[in-house]
């Protein structure tokens, strides 16, 4: 089964028109176990066991217009291919009707753009439920998710990235590559995971904190440009979805950025990244006996400073010097 079973289910989350009652519907469940399963867990089966159940109320009724809300977009957008031809023994075939026309290939990239965009903001305000009220749900956050970021509205206010909910599902993994390459090596993962845990607003923990998210953030945007189709907008930086046709894709600021362009951002931002990090490191070796940072103190990544007597060179000198 899944949480999504009628075209009026549909419709509550999605602007569709000239659709029967009748018509079939994206495989909901399997999409739910592709785009919800990996973020709930084992909560997903719960959610879908009461809905089907008609078994759902108070938080679990939030949790499950969440879950719906990100589903809908996500799915049409998975199987918009096989609504725009026509899968045949004979081949592929263009679907025609005497009333409506096909769209032109810019509006399906246009609507497909927008789907995945829809959808991604509702799988970021689900993670931002989730780490408020997931423990009364009896959720718990999966262990490959985990990062110092939770949602792309919070690493978009360190460095700038256009369509924040979408580009940040892209960036998690190079944030994971970033923190076990760069970070860990230098202060432990224990300490990252001390630091993050605490959810400091002020004090030693806090400055630690902002100085990693920073740098982190810059090293992230650095791998992305390396391994992923990337932009420079107004908006700020964005990855694609794959498209790059320089003629008719959606919103003209949107098409992979040049060599020149993303070689010079690549390298600012590996600089500002390894300052930050350095920055950090001194930072945390200079306030290491707050209790802020005991974890890190206590870890095998803090060398004390060795105590060395100060030597007068000059004490043994004797004689007239001129000048």
């Excluded at 060599?259 to 945390?284: F, I, V």
């Amino acid at each position: 089964m899944a949480i999504i079973t009628t075209i009026e289910d549909v419709k509550r989350y999605l602007r569709i028109s000239n659709v029967s009652e009748e018509a079939s519907l994206p495989n909901m469940d399997r999409y739910g176990r592709r785009f919800l399963k990996p973020i709930l867990g084992d909560v997903y089966q719960q959610l879908d066991d009461a809905y089907n159940e008609n078994n759902t109320e108070g938080y679990d009724a939030d949790l499950l217009e969440l879950s719906r809300a990100a589903l809908v977009p996500l799915a049409y957008w998975s199987e918009l291919g096989y609504n725009a031809a026509a899968l045949t023994d004979a081949g592929i075939r263009q679907q025609v009707s005497d009333g409506m026309q096909s769209a032109y290939r810019w509006q399906y990239m246009e609507l497909k753009e927008a789907l995945q965009d829809q959808g991604m903001e509702a799988i970021d305000e689900l993670w931002q439920w989730l780490y408020e009220n997931g423990s009364l749900v009896g959720w718990t956050e999966p262990v490959v998710s985990k990062t110092i970021f939770k949602t792309g509205a919070e690493f978009a206010l360190y460095y700038p990235i256009a369509q924040p909910a979408r580009v940040y599902a892209t960036l998690r993994p190079f944030i994971q590559e970033v923190l076990q390459s760069y970070v860990y090596p230098t202060v432990g993962s224990t300490t990252v995971d001390a630091l993050v845990a605490g959810g400091y607003t002020e004090g030693v923990g806090y400055e630690a904190l902002e100085l990693m998210k920073k740098a982190v953030a810059n090293l992230t945007i650095k791998q992305a440009i390396s391994r992923a189709p990337c932009r420079v907008t107004p908006q700020g930086f964005t990855v694609l979805m794959g498209f790059t046709s320089t003629t008719d894709y959606p919103h003209s600021g949107t098409q992979a950025g040049t060599d020149n362009q993303l070689a010079m951002m690549h390298d600012s931002c590996e600089l500002t990244g390894q300052n930050m990090l350095a920055k950090m490191k001194a930072w945390m070796d200079a306030n290491v006996d707050d209790p802020h940072l005991e974890t890190y103190k206590n870890s095998g990544y803090y060398v004390a400073p060795a105590d060395q007597p100060s030597t007068d060179y000059n004490s043994d000198r004797k004689g007239v010097y001129g000048f």
